[in-house]
């Protein structure tokens, strides 16, 4: 599970036993949590976890940002089925106690993930999810769903088929509206993100999603017309016994009409003169005014 230290001026709530997937209301955990699922015919299948988020509180997303609990679902299928990574959408920042950044959900949130199975899951199929998750608004409070349905019980939600768009695309420089250059390394103790645009977005946002061992502060971002800077210091955790090599993040764009779209990048943190793993082209020529801001 990931996790960041929490601080010491919130308060966190225990809530002991599980939160009914069921109750009219919140509860104590300040969210509530479901299973949804997409079934349809000659389409990949997911089964997903939906939430349902008090408002003004939040969940977290796999990187909790600087403070925080990571939101985490252990699936529960028949022997004769498996399924892929946990999906998450694209998340939001909110700044904690201390300006410190989150990053994560508000309102409702869809986590899912693609089931496989050689043949189609019978209706009497028993699948089912242990939940955890942190809701905080000026305290923080843990909460716990035992989730467990036949398969032909568990609801579908039409919402799946927006809850695709709202996924993080690869990065391979075909359809993003940016071409991405960068340098820095661990070694170097900083990353430089370049992203020229095509045509300028309303606004850009950048979550890192550092592996264990890897720090990642001060993020900054910059932009004047068609090119933004994203600068960041990285570093191994103290005690530390793994070198990493790749830090990925997700570069979120906001267009004119407010729609969020974003990439998931992946940065080697092993060169100087770094070009990811996707072969990123060659940096184009910045303005120096540009590249002296800090």
């Given at each position: 599970?990931?996790?960041?230290?929490f601080?010491?001026?919130?308060v966190?709530?225990?809530?002991?036993?599980?939160?009914?997937?069921?109750e009219?209301?919140?509860?104590?955990?300040n969210?509530r949590?479901?299973?949804?699922?997409?079934?349809?015919?000659?389409e990949?299948?997911?089964l997903?976890v939906?939430f349902?988020?008090k408002?003004?509180?939040?969940?977290?997303?796999?990187?909790?940002?600087g403070?925080?609990?990571?939101?985490?679902?252990?699936?529960r299928?028949?022997?004769?089925?498996?399924?892929?990574?946990?999906l998450w959408?694209?998340?939001?920042?909110f700044?904690?106690?201390?300006?410190?950044?989150g990053y994560?959900?508000e309102?409702?949130?869809v986590?899912?993930?693609?089931?496989?199975?050689a043949?189609?899951?019978?209706?009497?199929?028993?699948?089912?999810?242990?939940v955890?998750?942190?809701a905080?608004?000026?305290?923080?409070?843990?909460?716990?769903?035992?989730?467990e349905?036949?398969?032909a019980?568990v609801a579908?939600?039409?919402?799946f088929?927006?809850?695709?768009e709202?996924l993080?695309r690869t990065?391979?420089?075909?359809?993003?509206?940016f071409?991405?250059t960068?340098k820095?390394?661990?070694?170097?103790?900083?990353?430089?993100l370049?992203?020229q645009?095509r045509?300028?977005?309303?606004s850009?946002e950048f979550?890192?999603?550092p592996?264990?061992g890897l720090e990642?502060k001060?993020v900054?971002?910059q932009?004047?017309?068609g090119l933004?800077?994203?600068?960041?210091t990285?570093?191994?955790m103290?005690?530390?016994t793994?070198?990493?090599?790749?830090l990925?993040s997700?570069?979120v764009?906001t267009?004119?009409?407010?729609?969020?779209?974003?990439w998931?990048?992946?940065?080697?943190l092993?060169t100087?003169?770094?070009?990811g793993?996707?072969?990123?082209?060659a940096?184009?020529?910045?303005?120096?005014?540009?590249?002296?801001?800090?």
């Open positions: 599970m990931r996790y960041r230290t601080l010491t001026a919130v966190v709530v225990l809530i002991a036993g599980t939160v009914s997937a069921v009219q209301d919140y509860g104590q955990s969210a949590a479901q299973l949804v699922a997409r079934k349809h015919g000659g990949p299948v997911f997903g939906s349902d988020i408002p003004g509180w939040h969940i977290y997303w796999k990187n909790p940002g403070a925080g609990l990571a939101t985490e679902i252990r699936w299928l028949p022997e004769d089925a498996d399924h892929g990574d946990l959408p694209l998340p939001v920042a700044t904690q106690s201390g300006d410190i950044p994560g959900y309102g409702s949130v986590l899912a993930t693609e089931l496989r199975s043949t189609a899951l019978p209706g009497t199929a028993v699948v089912g999810a242990s955890s998750w942190l905080c608004k000026d305290v923080c409070v843990l909460g716990s769903a035992e989730l349905s036949s398969w019980e579908i939600d039409p919402g088929s927006v809850w695709a709202s993080p990065f391979d420089g075909s359809d993003a509206p071409i991405l960068a820095g390394s661990l070694t170097a103790g900083h990353i430089d370049w992203l645009w045509t300028a977005p309303q850009i979550f890192p999603d592996p264990e990642v001060d900054t971002i932009s004047r017309g933004t800077r994203v600068d960041a990285v570093r191994s103290a005690g530390s793994v070198t990493p090599d790749t990925d997700v570069v764009v267009d004119e009409n407010h729609h969020r779209r974003g998931e990048l992946a940065v080697d092993t100087e003169a770094q070009r793993r996707t072969r990123l082209p940096r184009p020529n910045h303005p120096r005014s540009f590249e002296t801001l800090s």
